[in-house]
């Protein structure tokens, strides 16, 4: 099994920073791309940033230039710099890996952490 840990979260205020780690364990041959979800009170879950093992990366509209993901592959963790945090960025923050687990069959498994709390007072 693979698990995904992250770590990271809190309250902080409007402009303030903060920097999410999620890290995967368990049996893992390698991993292709990792990311970071997020779901604010009575909405859908969304995507926020995505980053291949290659280190190309796709962000929303809504934080690109604020936020930056980045990934260490000997440690199988992605990372997620929040910079200038506004309120509308208060949310659970979901890390997601998409693993390969043997080498066959080749299946991809994407798994999820458990979440993390984001909260930013205005």
């Known amino acids: 099994q693979v698990q995904l840990v992250e770590s990271g979260g809190g309250l902080v205020q409007a402009g303030e920073s903060l920097r999410l780690g999620c890290a995967a364990s368990g049996r893992i041959l390698t991993i292709n791309d990792m990311g970071w979800y997020r779901q604010a009170p009575g909405k859908q879950r969304e995507l926020v940033a995505t980053i291949t093992s290659g280190g190309s990366t796709n962000y929303a509209d809504s934080v690109k230039v604020r936020f930056t993901i980045s990934r260490d592959n000997d440690k199988n963790t992605v990372y997620l710099q929040m910079n200038s945090l506004r309120p509308e960025d208060t949310a659970v923050y979901y890390c997601?890996?998409?693993?390969?687990?043997?080498?066959?069959?080749?299946?991809?498994?994407?798994?999820w952490g458990q979440g993390t709390q984001v909260t930013v007072s205005s």
């Open positions: 997601n890996a998409d693993v390969r687990r043997q080498l066959y069959p080749r299946t991809i498994t994407r798994y």
